[in-house]
DNA sequence: CATTCATATCTCGCAGCGATATATATCTAG
DNA sequence: CTAGATATATATCGCTGCGAGATATGAATG
């Protein structure tokens, strides 16, 4: 799936500059499950306003720099909808804390104890903004998609939770204790 | 990270040819969080071997075409663990199958079954092909990564079964009949 | 007064994914 | 018995697109 076609289904949702495009993925009801750069973003615009998929509306913003509005056109929609039927790519998924974590053996405890902290509370993070979004979104794909992300940040969450002493020293689970053997 | 780490972190797992790396990343311990194609992995082991980090062996096989056996170094060694004391990069997820689901409204009912079936079937492969793997691996990382694997997959397949109705119609879950009121 | 942050658009270089080419042996179907 | 698919094995090429930076400005922060 390009990125033309990842733009049109935001656009489906209401009328958005690039910048909000942007936003959209990262802070958006489908942040989790894909994501886009400025890089992808403003070239498949213009391309799709080329191909008459959307149109472009320039709004002068009174201190802010202007805005390009983009708005998706009946032929747009329909090219949306065919892209959404064709068989879908196999999902990719690439985590480097969580390669780091699998060699852990050869990092020291400072380390691994570093980037399982970051990343257990970054989940916690998620996990709990996307519990206070609720559903507010109507549409069945919507909150089916939303809930489906939920319960992945919370299996993940409660995993490392339950798992800690897999990966920590087994000596000791405290974080503000002495350091016993671990010097350096 | 870049394809050099990665194959430099696989390479201490054992020694490899390229195709065996490639093996390794689709269906090996951390098969689910990471990804590489021959177009990275190839090029990565040709600059490996010229900073010297890893050293090739050409085995000729009877039969099979020749093999190039890579083995790492101990400078390769020490730009691994050089390489996994650096911050990691945020995770990237990204599925077309779940973007297509959110949009469940824009897709006539078949459509929508038919992602939803596969989906959940290759979710469903993939946990009881990891539960049976076990956890024949003695290191701590490597238990923990699997064991997290295994965590996100049931989660996902458990709340695919649980919501199936948000996504597919309320009425009939229609699969050959006429299709009464409930069929399940 | 300086700096950082948020809004906003856009380009460029480099990494790397997918497809393809090449070669061969085995397994499967017609 | 051959045709095609499958698995082993290496390698390159083009296109996509990500990350980083350039550019511009007002508002908040120090």
Excluded: W
Excluded at 29 to 44: L, T
Excluded at 100 to 122: C, I, N, P, T, W
């Amino acid at each position: 799936m390009d990125a033309k076609t990842l733009c049109l289904g935001v656009l489906t949702l209401g009328d958005a500059s690039g910048y909000e495009i942007k936003k959209h993925f990262e802070e958006g009801p489908f942040a989790h499950f894909h994501a886009a750069g400025f890089g992808s973003i403003y070239p498949a615009l213009n391309a799709l306003l080329r191909e008459g998929h959307v149109t472009r509306t320039e709004t002068t913003q009174t201190g802010r720099p202007d805005k390009k509005i983009y708005k998706i056109t009946e032929a747009g929609r329909k090219a949306f909808r065919h892209a959404l039927h064709k068989d879908p790519a196999p999902d990719s998924y690439r985590s480097e804390a969580i390669f780091m974590m699998f060699f852990s053996d050869l990092l020291d405890g400072d380390q691994v104890r570093h980037v399982y902290d970051e990343y257990l509370a970054k989940y916690r993070t998620r996990a709990d903004r996307m519990a206070r979004q609720d559903s507010c979104s109507c549409q069945n794909g919507q909150r089916f998609v939303h809930g489906l992300g939920l319960a992945i940040y919370r299996a993940v969450v409660s995993y490392m939770e339950q798992n800690r002493g897999l990966l920590l020293a087994p000596h000791a689970t405290q974080q503000g204790g002495g350091a016993a053997s671990v010097a350096e």
